[in-house]
């Protein structure tokens, strides 16, 4: 239990509310030097190499709080100069400003050096104030108070800014610096108490997902009957198979394999709320696919000629993050480019090719091509093999699958249920604190 002061006052500020009276009230900028890379132009070629001068950090190479060195790109020593302000030095605070803005991480452990791109500010304190320590501003900022002034203040509509000018206005709080260690040392320990439990957690959500494919893999690749006499299907990622069962090609299987296309985004008449339905990659979550996040008109269909897809039909994800993920229609509707959609077959119930190819996801991927943004074509699933049974074993096995399924689901829900109990545990803690 945490003590409460013996008096508190009015901060002035909406979002703080009530602190202790003896604390006192700045902005930012008269503690703090805030900056970040000014009149980027992206990196030349002869700009980066592996093994270079130093690194250059951006938002996505923030894990928790602290920089993932290993994934930064890495720069020449003419770049790393370009301004002394924004090279970087253990203790420096970085907050990203634009797109996924407030973003936090600690600078340490720092191998060689480093420098920012454009979408971060770099905070170190003003030298002859000294009136912070790193480590509670670290927590500030990581407490529901910056949100709160993201929320107030951030300018953008599709990609948010945090500018410079507006930071730098921030409120801060400041106790007497004894007490500044005292609540950054119990944070760091409570905190990483929590953080520990989270990860905990999240490798018993891990598990489960083991398992769940486990139990799939096996049901449609063996079947259900352990006494079923095997033979080698002369596939690799399928293997043995019951004697009786066929290996095919997804064209095989199939009467309709297709896919979409995406409306231009400035032909404002092709998107409405209430349309027909436009299936993205990103609506795609390895199950039934009930709604879309995005729907365009009856006009837009006819104008570029869309194919309707029925219920029923599964669709895989050929393209970037989301590669090989399906999903099972409920709905009827058209779809992106990225979406591979199969449909009507008379030898392949839809729930087990459904299955079947969250089975097949790891094999999949690996005919895939390109390098960041790496792809799988429409032909390459297309003559992609599926292990085929009898319709009635295929009944037998989707009714054994969705029984086990449901269960590790459910699992799966309580444990994130936990998750996020304790991460609104660890939010609240550190505000409070």
Wanted: with cysteine.
């Amino acid at each position: 239990m945490m003590r409460k002061y013996e008096k508190y006052k009015d901060s002035g500020v909406e979002w703080i509310g009530e602190v202790p009276e003896h604390w006192n009230k700045c902005r930012l900028k008269f503690n703090c030097c805030l900056k970040g890379r000014i009149g980027w132009n992206g990196l030349r070629s002869d700009e980066f190499e592996t093994d270079s001068y130093a690194y250059l950090v951006t938002g996505q190479d923030f894990k928790s709080s602290d920089i993932e060195w290993s994934k930064c790109y890495q720069i020449n020593k003419n770049r790393y100069e370009e301004d002394p302000f924004i090279q970087l030095k253990n203790g420096d605070l970085l907050i990203t400003k634009d797109g996924t803005i407030g973003k936090i991480a600690k600078v340490s452990n720092m191998d060689k050096s480093a420098c920012l791109n454009s979408g971060i500010f770099v905070m170190k304190q003003k030298s002859k104030k000294n009136e912070f320590t790193q480590g509670f501003l670290y927590w500030l900022l990581c407490s529901d108070l910056f949100k709160a002034f993201n929320q107030y203040t951030t300018t953008g509509t599709t990609i948010l800014h945090l500018y410079q000018n507006v930071f730098e206005n921030m409120p801060l709080l400041i106790p007497s610096l004894p007490e500044q260690q005292s609540i950054a040392s119990y944070l760091d320990s409570k905190v990483g108490e929590i953080d520990n439990m989270i990860e905990k957690t999240e490798k018993k959500i891990e598990l489960y997902e083991e398992l769940k494919k486990s139990i799939i893999t096996h049901a449609v690749t063996k079947g259900l009957n352990p006494n079923a006499k095997m033979k080698d299907s002369g596939v690799e990622w399928i293997g043995e198979v019951p004697e009786h069962w066929e290996a095919m090609k997804v064209t095989w299987i199939y009467q309709l394999i297709g896919s979409g296309t995406t409306p231009k985004t400035d032909k404002e008449y092709y998107y409405c709320e209430n349309g027909e339905y436009w299936l993205q990659t990103g609506d795609l979550n390895d199950g039934i696919i009930r709604n879309t996040s995005k729907q365009i008109t009856k006009e837009c269909v006819k104008e570029l000629n869309f194919k309707i897809y029925p219920k029923g039909s599964l669709v895989v994800a050929m393209y970037g993050a989301t590669i090989g993920k399906v999903g099972l229609l409920n709905i009827e509707t058209t779809t992106n480019q990225a979406c591979c959609v199969l449909a009507k077959s008379s030898i392949m119930l839809s729930k087990f090719s459904y299955f079947v190819f969250i089975a097949a996801k790891q094999s999949l991927i690996l005919k895939s091509s390109g390098g960041g943004q790496p792809n799988i074509s429409q032909d390459k699933i297309r003559n992609h093999y599926l292990p085929v049974p009898s319709i009635d074993e295929q009944c037998n096995i989707v009714e054994y699958l969705d029984s086990k399924t449901s269960t590790i689901d459910s699992q799966i829900s309580i444990t994130h249920k936990r998750i996020d109990l304790l991460k609104e545990l660890k939010s609240s803690l550190i505000t409070n604190v």
